[in-house]
């Protein structure tokens, strides 16, 4: 079965002006935003990105090329978290050979991200759910960590041509539109290149952080 490749997303994003700063990279804006969050200087903001990414015609492409929305994200993801359904035991298999069919490969250089702890399963089941939007990573982040004053952000480099996926569509009258999410479907390796403690300066408080995580993924 032939497959295309979506277009490079980074290349039609960036450069990106935000807090009138121009980011060369999604890396870059990343590290600012990072930045900002701990010195809580700006309250981050998943919307203005996601106006960015609607008005961009790859973004639109990628969002158009796919039939699948959050409905069925939701579902898919229910199935592959069920244990004790020993009479669907073939759901998940089923459900995931059938989005394998329609999903396309992740441009090479794509940068995505993923918040909190790596799970332990993504390595067998070849399956992750990111974003392209570095905000609703942060966010999703500090939802994650409210008991803790540590936050992990993972950013995920796209290093080889097979790695399929494809962008969930989801609906613009709710709150989940600011998602901008990616469903990575299947790759041969995960790796870490990089683990970064990211500190305010200005602060004693040495256990206000960020760790930053990076990947590549071919």
Known sequence: MSRSTLPLLDSSLYPQVWQQQIFASPQALLLSMLSATLSREVTIDASAFTKQLLADDVYQEW?????????????????????????NTDMPALFRQELVRHAQYLPLGQVLFFAG???????????????????????????????TSRLIINQITITGKQVLGFAIRHNKR???????????????????VNEQAIEDIKKSNTDDSILLRSYEIR
Do not use: C, W
């Not at 799970?119 to 008991?147: D, G, H, Y």
């Open 63 to 87: 969002i158009n090329t796919t039939v699948f929305g959050r409905y069925l994200h939701r579902n898919f993801t229910a199935f592959y978290q069920q244990t004790e359904d020993s009479f």
């Open 117 to 147: 702890d790596m799970p332990k399963s993504v390595r067998q089941t070849k399956t992750l759910t990111t974003t392209v939007n570095p905000a609703t990573a942060i966010i999703n982040a500090q939802t994650l960590n409210m008991n």
């Open 174 to 192: 709710t709150s989940e539109r600011l998602r901008n999410e990616v469903l990575i479907l299947d790759f041969q390796v995960l790796r870490l």
